[in-house]
C-alpha cells in the first residue's frame, strides 16, 4: 500500500514538473524515496531527473533522487554543491570555474566565482561573500530538454529490450559569452543512476579563425578520500568517485584507458590540507594531454569528448561494480549484444560454408573470418567484393551473421605513413601506421567501403588505435604534434560511431565502449591458451571472475583454441573434437555459465553427431536462461583447483532472479553447503530454488539475505540452479 502511495504521489509530481518546463518555470525537488526503501540497483523506477528550483531563487539543481548538482546563478555561474542523495555524502569541497579553456593562445575561465579563503569546506554562509572574477566568461543564460542521442544505434540482434537509446533524462545547456564566440556546457543528467554526463562546446560567432589550443571540460574540488600527513611511495588515494570519458583508449582497463584525460590533482587553493607537502590528489581535472590544437572557421562549433561521472555510494567492491556495470547498460546499451560467435580458421569458401552450415545447426549466431584466414578486408577489387557479398548472402540465407578481422596499429607501412614519435618515445605497440596519414586516409575508406557493400556485420580491429601522436608535418589529416592525436582519434571513434548506425558488430581489444564497440577482452593473455586443457579451464573461469568486476558479461570475449594456438600441441587443442568432449563441454559451460561469449577458433564446431548433441544442448540451455545469464555476476569464490568454485549471475528485473554456476575441478564429488547471497536479485524473504530444472525448494532469507544451500557437485563437474 505504501509503494502504491508512492508511485501515485511520482505520477503527480512528473505531471506538475513537465507541466512547469512547458511553461518555461521551474517546481522544487520532490522527496525521493530513502535508500532503505528502494535501493536503485534493484529498483530504479521512481528517480527521474529533472532541473529544479534551488533553495533560494538565485539557485538551480539538477537531480535525479540519487546525485544532485547545485548552480548559483549570479553574480556568475558556478557549482556550489555536489551531494549523493544514496548515502549523504557532500561531494564539494569548493569553488572552481565550470571548464577551463585556452583561445589563440589566452586562458579564459569559464563561471566560476572568487573569494573563498578555506577549501577544506563550503557552507552556504560563505557564498554571499564570494564575487564575480573579471578573468571568468560571464553567464548568459540556459536552455533545458532532453537528452539527445550522440550517435545512432540499429539494433538488428539480441539485446536487453529495456534498453533506452537515447538514455531517458534531462539535458542543460549553460551558455557563457566568449571572445567571438559562445562557450555552451552541457549536462546529462539520467533516470535511474548516479552517473551524469558533461561535456563542452564552442561555437565560433566572429569572422576570424579561432584557434582551441587546450580545455578542461570538468574542474571538482572535491572531499578528500582520507586524511594522510605524509606523503608514501604508495601515494594517497583520490575521492571515491568513478571518472572517465568517451576518449579512452590503450586499455582493456577503464582507468589505464582514461589516465591521459582524467587526472586527480593537488588542489594548489586548498592550503588547509592535513598533507603537509599539500599533495593530496582531491582536485579533478578533465582534460586531454595533448592538444586538441583545432582550427574553427566561422560559424563552425567544436565539441569536446564527454566525460561521465558516477559518484559512488559504497566502499564495497561489489557494489560499486555493479553501479559502474548498470552505467555502461545506460549510457552505452549497445553492450549487451551478445551473439555466440565462431573463429572460422579458414576463408576459402568451401571451409566457411561448412563452418556457417555448422554455426546454423547448433544454433551459434555469427561466423568470423579470424587472424591467419586469409581474409583479406583491405582487398577493395570488384572480384572480391563480389566473393564476400556471396560469402554474406548464403550467411544471411542461414539466419548467421558473418564478418571479419583487421589488424590497425600494431604494424608499419612505411617512413612515409607510420607515426613519426617524439624524440625518445616509441609507438604503443612497436610499430603504427598515423592514421590520418594518406594510407590511413585510404584505409578507412576501404573499411567504409567494404561493408556498404558486402552485407558483412561484424569486425574484429585489432591493434585498434592506441593514443600514438604524431610529429610529421607531411601527413594531410594533421598539422603537427599538437593536433595528431585528437585528428586520429576522431577518425577511428567516426567510424565506430557509423558502424553502431550501421548494426554493425564491433571487436576491439580497447576500450571504445563509448564510442560504439560492443565487445573488448574479458581479461586473458594470450599465450595461456597453449597451455594443458586442465589449466585452461581454470584460467577461463579466473578470467571471467576478475573481468566480470568491471565489465558486463556481454562486454567481454574470451577464448577456447579448437586448433593449436600460440604452440602446446596436442596437450593444449581440442581437435579433435569427440577425442576431448568432456574438456570441450567444460569450456563451453564455463563460458556460456558466466553468460560469456567465447572465440571458438577452428575449422569446425562439431565432428561427429556426439559433438554437435553437446554443442547445441549447451546453446539451447544458454538460449533458454539467457535473460539472466547475462544480467551482472556477483563474486563467490574464485577458480583456485582446490575446491568449489562458483558466482552467480543475477536479473532482479526477470522471471529468474538468479542463476547459480558451481563447478568442481576435484577428482572426487564435493557436497557442501554454501552462504549464498540474494540482496542483488531483489529478493527480500523467500527464494525458490531448483536445481538444474527439478522442483524447487523454497527457502526463507535471513536477515543478511542470505540462505544456506546445499550443493553436490560430481568429481571434475558442475551443477547449476535457478533461482525466483
Same mark, same amino acid.
Given at each position: 500500500?505504501?509503494?502504491?502511495?508512492?508511485?501515485? &504521489?511520482?505520477?503527480?509530481?512528473?505531471?506538475?514538473?513537465?507541466?512547469?518546463?512547458?511553461?518555461?518555470?521551474l517546481?522544487?525537488? $520532490?522527496?525521493?524515496?530513502?535508500s532503505?526503501?528502494?535501493?536503485?540497483?534493484?529498483d530504479?523506477?521512481?528517480?527521474?531527473?529533472?532541473?529544479?528550483?534551488?533553495?533560494?531563487?538565485?539557485?538551480?539543481?539538477?537531480?535525479?533522487?540519487?546525485?544532485?548538482?547545485?548552480?548559483?546563478?549570479?553574480?556568475?555561474?558556478?557549482?556550489?554543491?555536489?551531494?549523493?542523495?544514496?548515502?549523504?555524502?557532500?561531494?564539494?569541497?569548493?569553488?572552481?570555474?565550470?571548464?577551463?579553456?585556452?583561445?589563440?593562445?589566452?586562458?579564459?575561465?569559464?563561471?566560476?566565482?572568487?573569494?573563498q +579563503?578555506?577549501?577544506?569546506?563550503?557552507?552556504?554562509?560563505?557564498?554571499?561573500? &564570494?564575487?564575480?572574477?573579471?578573468?571568468?566568461?560571464?553567464?548568459?543564460?540556459?536552455?533545458?530538454?532532453?537528452?539527445?542521442?550522440?550517435?545512432?544505434?540499429?539494433?538488428?540482434?539480441?539485446h536487453d529490450?529495456?534498453?533506452?537509446?537515447?538514455?531517458?533524462?534531462?539535458?542543460?545547456?549553460?551558455?557563457?559569452?566568449? $571572445?567571438?564566440?559562445?562557450?555552451?556546457?552541457?549536462?546529462?543528467w539520467y533516470?535511474?543512476?548516479?552517473?551524469?554526463?558533461?561535456?563542452?562546446?564552442?561555437k565560433?560567432?566572429?569572422?576570424?579563425?579561432?584557434?582551441?589550443?587546450?580545455?578542461?571540460?570538468?574542474?571538482?574540488?572535491?572531499?578528500?578520500?582520507?586524511?594522510?600527513v605524509?606523503?608514501?611511495?604508495?601515494? %594517497?588515494?583520490?575521492? /571515491?568517485?568513478?571518472?572517465?570519458?568517451?576518449?579512452?583508449?590503450?586499455?582493456?582497463?577503464?582507468?589505464?584507458?582514461?589516465?591521459?584525460?582524467v587526472?586527480?590533482? $593537488?588542489?594548489?587553493?586548498?592550503?588547509?590540507?592535513?598533507?603537509?607537502? +599539500?599533495?593530496?590528489?582531491?582536485?579533478? +581535472? #578533465?582534460? $586531454?594531454?595533448?592538444?586538441?590544437?583545432?582550427?574553427?572557421?566561422?560559424?563552425?562549433t567544436f565539441?569536446?569528448?564527454?566525460?561521465?561521472?558516477?559518484?559512488?555510494?559504497?566502499?564495497?567492491?561489489?557494489?560499486?561494480?555493479?553501479?559502474?556495470?548498470?552505467?555502461?547498460?545506460?549510457?552505452?546499451?549497445?553492450?549487451?549484444? /551478445?551473439? &555466440?560467435?565462431?573463429?572460422?580458421?579458414?576463408?576459402?569458401?568451401?571451409?566457411?560454408?561448412?563452418?556457417?552450415?555448422?554455426?546454423?545447426?547448433?544454433?551459434?549466431?555469427?561466423?568470423?573470418?579470424?587472424?591467419?584466414?586469409?581474409?583479406?578486408?583491405?582487398?577493395?577489387?570488384?572480384?572480391?567484393?563480389?566473393?564476400?557479398?556471396?560469402?554474406?548472402?548464403?550467411?544471411?540465407?542461414?539466419?548467421?551473421?558473418?564478418?571479419?578481422?583487421?589488424l590497425?596499429?600494431?604494424?608499419?607501412?612505411?617512413?612515409?605513413?607510420?607515426?613519426?614519435?617524439?624524440?625518445?618515445?616509441?609507438?604503443t605497440?612497436?610499430?603504427?601506421?598515423?592514421? #590520418?596519414?594518406?594510407?590511413?586516409?585510404?584505409?578507412?575508406?576501404?573499411?567504409?567501403?567494404?561493408?556498404?557493400q558486402?552485407?558483412?556485420?561484424?569486425?574484429e580491429?585489432?591493434?585498434?588505435?592506441?593514443?600514438?601522436?604524431?610529429?610529421?608535418?607531411?601527413?594531410?589529416?594533421?598539422?603537427?604534434?599538437?593536433?595528431?592525436?585528437?585528428?586520429?582519434?576522431?577518425?577511428?571513434?567516426?567510424?565506430?560511431?557509423?558502424?553502431?548506425?550501421?548494426?554493425i558488430?564491433? /571487436?576491439?581489444?580497447?576500450?571504445?565502449?563509448?564510442?560504439?564497440?560492443?565487445?573488448?577482452?574479458?581479461?586473458?593473455?594470450?599465450?595461456?591458451?597453449?597451455?594443458?586443457?586442465?589449466?585452461?579451464?581454470?584460467?577461463t573461469?579466473?578470467?571471467i571472475?576478475?573481468?566480470?568486476?568491471?565489465?558486463?558479461?556481454?562486454?567481454?570475449?574470451?577464448?577456447?583454441?579448437?586448433?593449436?594456438?600460440?604452440?602446446?600441441?596436442?596437450?593444449? =587443442?581440442?581437435?579433435?573434437?569427440?577425442?576431448?568432449?568432456d574438456?570441450?563441454?567444460?569450456?563451453?559451460?564455463?563460458?556460456?555459465?558466466?553468460?560469456?561469449?567465447?572465440?571458438?577458433?577452428?575449422?569446425?564446431?562439431?565432428?561427429?553427431?556426439?559433438?554437435?548433441?553437446?554443442?547445441?544442448?549447451?546453446?539451447?540451455?544458454?538460449?533458454?536462461?539467457?535473460?539472466?545469464?547475462?544480467?551482472? %555476476?556477483?563474486?563467490?569464490?574464485?577458480?583456485?583447483?582446490?575446491?568449489?568454485d562458483?558466482?552467480?549471475? #543475477?536479473?532482479?528485473?526477470?522471471?529468474?532472479?538468479?542463476?547459480?554456476?558451481?563447478?568442481?575441478?576435484?577428482?572426487?564429488?564435493?557436497?557442501?553447503d554454501?552462504?549464498?547471497?540474494?540482496?542483488? =536479485?531483489?529478493?527480500?524473504?523467500?527464494?525458490?530454488?531448483?536445481?538444474?530444472?527439478?522442483?524447487?525448494?523454497?527457502?526463507?532469507l535471513?536477515?543478511?539475505?542470505?540462505?544456506?544451500?546445499?550443493?553436490?557437485?560430481?568429481?571434475q563437474?558442475?551443477?547449476?540452479?535457478?533461482?525466483?
Amino acid at each position: 500500500m505504501r509503494k502504491s502511495k508512492q508511485v501515485l &504521489l511520482f505520477l503527480l509530481f512528473c505531471l506538475s514538473y513537465l507541466s512547469s518546463q512547458a511553461q518555461g518555470t521551474l517546481v522544487t525537488e $520532490p522527496s525521493w524515496p530513502s535508500s532503505a526503501e528502494e535501493d536503485w540497483l534493484l529498483d530504479a523506477s521512481s528517480f527521474k531527473a529533472g532541473l529544479f528550483q534551488g533553495s533560494s531563487p538565485n539557485t538551480i539543481s539538477l537531480s535525479n533522487g540519487l546525485i544532485r548538482r547545485s548552480f548559483l546563478l549570479q553574480p556568475n555561474l558556478t557549482t556550489v554543491g555536489l551531494d549523493n542523495l544514496v548515502n549523504g555524502e557532500n561531494l564539494l569541497r569548493g569553488i572552481k570555474p565550470e571548464a577551463l579553456i585556452t583561445i589563440n593562445g589566452k586562458d579564459y575561465k569559464v563561471g566560476g566565482l572568487k573569494g573563498q +579563503k578555506n577549501y577544506a569546506f563550503l557552507r552556504a554562509e560563505d557564498l554571499a561573500k &564570494l564575487s564575480h572574477d573579471e578573468e571568468a566568461l560571464a553567464f548568459q543564460g540556459y536552455k533545458v530538454g532532453p537528452i539527445e542521442a550522440p550517435f545512432p544505434w540499429k539494433r538488428i540482434r539480441h539485446h536487453d529490450q529495456d534498453a533506452a537509446w537515447p538514455p531517458k533524462g534531462v539535458h542543460l545547456e549553460l551558455e557563457f559569452a566568449g $571572445p567571438e564566440c559562445v562557450v555552451s556546457i552541457h549536462y546529462d543528467w539520467y533516470d535511474g543512476i548516479p552517473v551524469y554526463g558533461k561535456w563542452l562546446s564552442l561555437k565560433n560567432t566572429g569572422s576570424d579563425t579561432l584557434m582551441i589550443d587546450r580545455f578542461t571540460s570538468e574542474i571538482l574540488a572535491a572531499v578528500e578520500y582520507g586524511s594522510a600527513v605524509e606523503t608514501r611511495e604508495y601515494g %594517497i588515494d583520490p575521492p /571515491n568517485i568513478h571518472v572517465e570519458t568517451d576518449y579512452a583508449f590503450a586499455s582493456f582497463n577503464v582507468e589505464d584507458a582514461n589516465h591521459h584525460v582524467v587526472h586527480w590533482e $593537488p588542489d594548489p587553493d586548498y592550503d588547509s590540507q592535513v598533507n603537509y607537502l +599539500k599533495l593530496t590528489p582531491c582536485l579533478l +581535472k #578533465v582534460s $586531454p594531454e595533448i592538444g586538441p590544437a583545432q582550427q574553427l572557421a566561422p560559424g563552425a562549433t567544436f565539441k569536446s569528448f564527454r566525460t561521465f561521472v558516477l559518484p559512488h555510494d559504497s566502499y564495497d567492491r561489489e557494489r560499486q561494480g555493479l553501479s559502474l556495470r548498470r552505467m555502461y547498460r545506460t549510457i552505452a546499451p549497445w553492450i549487451t549484444e /551478445n551473439p &555466440l560467435m565462431m573463429h572460422a580458421r579458414f576463408a576459402d569458401w568451401p571451409r566457411v560454408k561448412k563452418a556457417i552450415d555448422q554455426a546454423a545447426e547448433v544454433g551459434f549466431e555469427m561466423v568470423i573470418l579470424t587472424f591467419g584466414s586469409g581474409f583479406n578486408i583491405e582487398d577493395d577489387s570488384e572480384e572480391y567484393i563480389r566473393e564476400m557479398t556471396r560469402y554474406a548472402d548464403y550467411a544471411k540465407s542461414k539466419g548467421v551473421e558473418i564478418g571479419g578481422y583487421s589488424l590497425l596499429a600494431s604494424r608499419s607501412i612505411s617512413p612515409e605513413h607510420d607515426v613519426v614519435m617524439p624524440e625518445g618515445e616509441k609507438p604503443t605497440f612497436g610499430n603504427s601506421p598515423c592514421l #590520418v596519414s594518406e594510407w590511413g586516409q585510404e584505409y578507412f575508406q576501404k573499411l567504409y567501403r567494404f561493408y556498404e557493400q558486402t552485407g558483412f556485420t561484424l569486425l574484429e580491429h585489432d591493434g585498434s588505435y592506441p593514443g600514438d601522436p604524431c610529429t610529421s608535418t607531411a601527413h594531410p589529416g594533421h598539422r603537427g604534434y599538437e593536433d595528431s592525436r585528437w585528428n586520429q582519434y576522431q577518425v577511428i571513434s567516426d567510424f565506430y560511431k557509423w558502424c553502431r548506425s550501421q548494426g554493425i558488430y564491433l /571487436n576491439v581489444p580497447d576500450y571504445y565502449y563509448l564510442t560504439g564497440s560492443n565487445k573488448c577482452g574479458m581479461g586473458y593473455r594470450e599465450v595461456n591458451w597453449s597451455l594443458p586443457r586442465a589449466q585452461q579451464v581454470l584460467h577461463t573461469r579466473q578470467n571471467i571472475y576478475d573481468g566480470a568486476w568491471t565489465k558486463t558479461p556481454s562486454m567481454g570475449w574470451m577464448f577456447v583454441p579448437l586448433t593449436e594456438y600460440h604452440g602446446g600441441g596436442e596437450a593444449a =587443442t581440442i581437435e579433435p573434437l569427440n577425442e576431448h568432449l568432456d574438456h570441450y563441454e567444460k569450456m563451453i559451460i564455463s563460458n556460456l555459465g558466466g553468460g560469456v561469449q567465447a572465440c571458438y577458433r577452428g575449422p569446425r564446431l562439431f565432428d561427429t553427431t556426439e559433438t554437435k548433441q553437446m554443442v547445441s544442448a549447451a546453446v539451447r540451455w544458454f538460449k533458454a536462461h539467457r535473460e539472466v545469464l547475462e544480467g551482472d %555476476i556477483i563474486h563467490l569464490r574464485r577458480a583456485d583447483g582446490r575446491d568449489i568454485d562458483y558466482w552467480l549471475n #543475477v536479473n532482479p528485473g526477470g522471471q529468474e532472479k538468479g542463476l547459480l554456476m558451481v563447478f568442481n575441478p576435484l577428482d572426487q564429488p564435493v557436497s557442501k553447503d554454501i552462504q549464498l547471497p540474494l540482496y542483488y =536479485t531483489g529478493l527480500s524473504e523467500v527464494a525458490k530454488v531448483s536445481q538444474e530444472g527439478q522442483q524447487a525448494e523454497t527457502y526463507t532469507l535471513d536477515r543478511s539475505f542470505k540462505i544456506k544451500l546445499p550443493v553436490s557437485v560430481p568429481a571434475q563437474g558442475y551443477t547449476w540452479f535457478v533461482i525466483e
